[in-house]
């Protein structure tokens, strides 16, 4: 298993561009998730899904989109770049069994894009 | 609101010698608590978690950590630190109205030969 993968590994964009961070899972997890990681920031969620076709809003969702249209997939659109999109950006993954609370599940991580934004 | 703390930006440590990295927590309800480990230009690795049960946690590489209820800490150790140990660690805890992870803003473990 390649486990969690992400594309790009670096991209610089202009102001007002846009682009798509794709991310992929091989090992049939049903929750995704989006971070982004700024220095002595720790972690925040962008978006997550709890299966294909369910998306729902985390921490900070402004200036983002998701999709979620098969299980393995889960890539996250930047319309109208700015420069406080800049930031390391991980996706990550992990196995829930039904709905509901009590999660204890292991999310895994990608390895991350690093987007930086002129 | 459900939170955690890393008081320390960086630890040093020299190889050999025992660590600790600090981590506090705020949750109403039992925690569910989590360490990941970030090294450079990686994503973040999965190293043990709290769920219930004993307080002492066994987790990979041959870290380890300590629930302590009364001090709602979480602190990571490891009895021997060895130079590859030198990385990112980030504390995290479930939010029990969310069912999310919420990280702590990491702590950078340096080991020195």
């Known amino acids: 298993n390649a486990g969690v993968t992400q594309t790009p590994k670096f991209r610089i964009l202009k102001i007002g561009q846009s682009m798509t961070l794709q991310c992929t899972q091989d090992?049939?997890?049903?929750?995704m998730y989006w971070y982004r990681q700024d220095p002595g920031m720790g972690l925040k969620l962008i978006y997550y899904s709890v299966g294909a076709g369910i998306t729902d809003k985390g921490e900070v969702p402004n200036g983002y989109n998701v999709s979620r249209s098969t299980t393995e997939d889960f890539p996250l659109r930047l319309e109208l770049a700015a420069p406080s999109q800049t930031s390391v950006y991980f996706c990550a993954s992990s196995y829930r069994r039904g709905s509901g609370g009590g999660s204890t599940d292991t999310q895994y991580f990608g390895p991350g894009t690093r987007l930086t934004v002129l | 609101a459900q939170s955690v703390a890393q008081p320390e930006d960086q630890v040093n440590v020299a190889e050999g010698n025992p660590l600790t990295v600090k981590c506090t927590y705020s949750?109403?309800?039992?925690?569910?608590l989590f360490w990941y480990v970030q090294y450079p230009n990686r994503g973040l690795q999965f190293l043990l978690k709290y769920i219930t049960g004993d307080n002492l946690v066994k987790g990979s590489y041959g870290f380890e950590a300590e629930f302590n209820k009364s001090q709602t800490s979480f602190h990571l150790k490891k009895p021997s630190a060895l130079v590859s140990d030198s990385a990112l660690y980030f504390c995290a805890v479930r939010d029990v109205n969310t069912d999310k992870l919420i990280f702590g803003t990491g702590t950078r473990l340096q080991v020195f030969p």
């Open positions: 949750v109403s309800g039992n925690p569910y």
């Open positions: 090992m049939n997890h049903n929750y």
